[in-house]
């Protein structure tokens, strides 16, 4: 009975080794399947902070600090599926804090309700509750994320979503020997509730990061971090697919591979013409598939993720965040051979390779545009309004930092937007955001930067609605208020076509546009004193949100809700709100 039972568990660790051996590289629960078709049950349980016995104590950079997870693991599980799969996840909330989770990149076709953002398409899943989060992966394949959508919860709150393609469809290029996914992030050692709260209530900027990392681990570069390094064990002459995912708070970064180059072949989960580079820049939001061949002499090379700060005058993390691509046959001793990154302001390693991004094949573009948009994007300086203006006034000449789209700064509603438009609940929105900046200037050159006189802008829960079907066509500029800088602009529900990208003022005159083959995206790094242009067509009802994906530029109000209407077809409309829609 005895070798019986041996012999029972000796089996049960090889079918074990053999069900993970196909995703060594990755973290979370493999699909399900049920019944005949392609449906994935997840289940999430978040377990946050504090005198909960779910917590999830980390040790890091000689400290040690319990952090909000997802079923205790950071960075979090990985969510599979096949490209038209339907994913269902519920969440469960067991922690004292309020928590949604977006779904980034995936283009929820008919089912706003589960994007995520708070305030924005759903109330937040209170203490005890939970949501069940369901979507179709209609026409999407490639790399995605899931990150939480409330407060800044999101610094330890995220995984990765691979979706693959459907069966028999190989990828627009050789097969990887192996695929590992790559988390770029940031932590901090004091509890990040308790920043934002001290930050906003400051209305000064943010302290930087305490430590960039990858995969959660910071490398050896930190204090206490020698040991705390993601690896990945190289085959000298195989090619390699890693899936770069920017998942961190307040800070756009370069990922580099010491001496080797890399070639993206997918940005924001579509395929692109491959583009070989040294060295890659991700916003926060932004993700890309690139491969890499080991084809140097066997050592240990560094993986090296260091910041690109674009806006002047801004107190950053200027440690670089170490992992190894390690060949077999290296030794654990051996020295690593350093990653050459850009200068952290170096503003062309940025823009060329978004210069040189291509869709795979010639694209349908947009032509007959119906609605041009032109939206600035940029800081403010508030009139500081406070009885205790040194605590409350930190900013530029003791005023209080905003953000905003044409000079508006966007201030979240207490009930869901999406709810409230479909009920028809008057008073928590107006619909009257302009379509163009209220005045127009030098954008670049000429801005007001008088802080505070002439650096306010206006607030207000200002939404923008679309007919069913608009062709969109909409400019994005970025202004030298308080600074110029880098914005990552993401949008919920939609991908689009990066059609124009250019530095200074946009020109109608003189742009220059792909409406062959732009890149196809999903969030958008608007040039540090420039512009893109982006289009669309709308054709996916409900209340989506458009922001910049630096943290602490949403909580200043860099953002703004396109509506978007019902069609006449029954697919065409939004669909009924799910039974277990949290209440604010």
Not at 18 to 38: A, D, E, I, T
Not at 184 to 198: H, N, P, S, T
Not at 497 to 507: F, L, M, R
Not at 539 to 561: K, Q, R
Request: aromatic share 12%; proline share 7%; net charge neutral.
């Amino acid at each position: 009975m005895k070798n019986l039972i041996t012999t029972l568990f000796i089996y049960f660790l090889v079918i074990l080794f053999l069900c993970n051996k196909h995703s060594k590289y990755v973290v979370g629960f493999r699909p399900q399947r049920r019944g005949g078709r392609s449906t994935r049950f997840y289940d999430f349980k978040s377990f946050f902070f504090l005198l909960q016995v779910q917590t999830t104590r980390v040790t890091k950079l000689c400290n040690t600090k319990e952090i909000p997870t997802i079923n205790g693991m950071y960075p979090g599980p990985v969510v599979y599926a096949q490209e038209d799969d339907k994913v269902i996840v519920r969440v469960t909330n067991e922690s004292p804090y309020n928590i949604t989770i977006h779904w980034h990149g995936i283009r929820q076709r008919l089912s706003c309700w589960s994007d995520g953002p708070s305030y924005i398409t759903q109330c937040p899943i209170q203490t005890g509750q939970n949501f069940t989060y369901e979507f179709t992966l209609v026409q999407q394949k490639g790399t995605f994320f899931w990150h939480a959508h409330v407060s800044w919860l999101r610094a330890t709150v995220y995984g990765a979503i691979v979706v693959y393609p459907k069966n028999g469809v190989p990828y627009p290029f050789n097969f990887p020997y192996e695929e590992h996914i790559i988390i770029l992030g940031e932590f901090w050692m004091k509890d990040m509730v308790q920043i934002e709260q001290a930050v906003l209530a400051s209305g000064g900027a943010p302290p930087p990061a305490d430590a960039f990392t990858i995969n959660g681990q910071p490398g050896p570069n930190y204090n206490c971090s020698a040991d705390d390094i993601f690896k990945i064990y190289a085959v000298p002459g195989k090619t390699y697919l890693l899936r770069l995912i920017n998942a961190a708070l307040n800070q756009e970064h370069f990922f580099a591979i010491a001496n080797h180059r890399l070639t993206i072949v997918e940005v924001d989960a579509e395929y692109t013409k491959p583009l070989t580079t040294d060295q890659v820049m991700l916003g926060p939001g932004q993700t890309l598939n690139v491969l890499v061949t080991a084809d140097k002499h066997i050592a240990k090379y560094s993986m090296a993720m260091g910041p690109y700060q674009s806006a002047k005058n801004v107190s950053f993390q200027n440690i670089t965040a170490i992992a190894y691509f390690q060949y077999f046959g290296a030794t654990a001793n051996d020295l690593s051979l350093p990653a050459a990154l850009p200068h952290f302001d170096d503003n062309l390693a940025a823009k060329t390779v978004m210069d040189g991004l291509r869709s795979l094949n010639p694209v349908t573009v947009p032509k007959d545009i119906d609605r041009n948009l032109f939206v600035t994007i940029g800081l403010n300086v508030q009139k500081c309004r406070s009885k205790n203006p040194q605590k409350d006034c930190q900013a530029k000449d003791g005023g209080v930092m905003a953000a905003s789209m044409n000079n508006i700064s966007f201030s979240k509603p207490n009930i869901s937007i999406l709810e409230a438009y479909y009920k028809n609940i008057s008073g928590y929105f107006t619909q009257d955001f302009p379509r163009v900046p209220l005045k127009f200037y030098d954008f670049v050159n000429g801005a007001p930067n008088n802080p505070p006189n002439d650096t306010n802008s206006l607030n207000g829960t200002r939404t923008y609605v679309l007919d069913y079907g608009t062709k969109v066509q909409l400019i994005l500029q970025d202004t030298s208020t308080v600074s110029t800088e880098n914005h990552p602009i993401h949008l919920h529900g939609y991908s689009f076509y990066v059609v124009g990208y250019g530095t200074g003022n946009y020109d109608p005159d003189t742009a220059n546009f792909n409406l062959v083959d732009p890149p196809y995206m999903n969030t958008i790094g608007v040039p540090v004193g420039g512009w893109a242009a982006i289009r669309f067509v709308a054709d996916n009802p409900g209340a989506w949100f458009m922001h910049c994906h630096l943290e602490i530029h949403l909580s200043w109000g860099l953002s703004v809700v396109l509506i978007v209407k019902n069609g006449e077809g029954p697919l065409e409309r939004l669909p009924h709100p799910p039974k277990d829609l949290p209440r604010c």
